[in-house]
């Protein structure tokens, strides 16, 4: 969820329509760095309908390190995994099948993507 629910109103809107979108039709699992802040997650999740979407409670996961998320992640064997930081793509590279990056500031945002790809005006 770090850096990928985060952003400008209009790309957290999108994100967070995209995310929802998965949470129905897929067996999601988030990870979210600083443990400390979980009921405050909970809360953002719940406020944008997660739970209701199909996202499993006990499927939201805390870690205080990148290297601690990598290991959890690992340790699933996803199908795929999305991830914002860059060090956790590198770490789950060879590891699990598909590992992409989102979200970071390597990457533009889904606003930006949707500006370029917009016809230009003559």
Known sequence: LDGIL??????????AERFLELCRFCEVYTFTLEPQREESTLEVLASIGAFEAGLKRHRVMFSSTLAG??????????SVHLDSEKEVVEALLGKVNEVRLCGSGD??????????????AA
């Open 69 to 78: 998320r990598g290991s959890m992640v690992r340790q699933l064997q996803p």
């Open 107 to 120: 990457l533009p945002t889904a606003a930006e993507v949707v500006e370029l790809s917009a016809p230009k």
């Open 6 to 15: 985060q952003g400008a109103a209009a790309d957290t809107a999108l994100a």
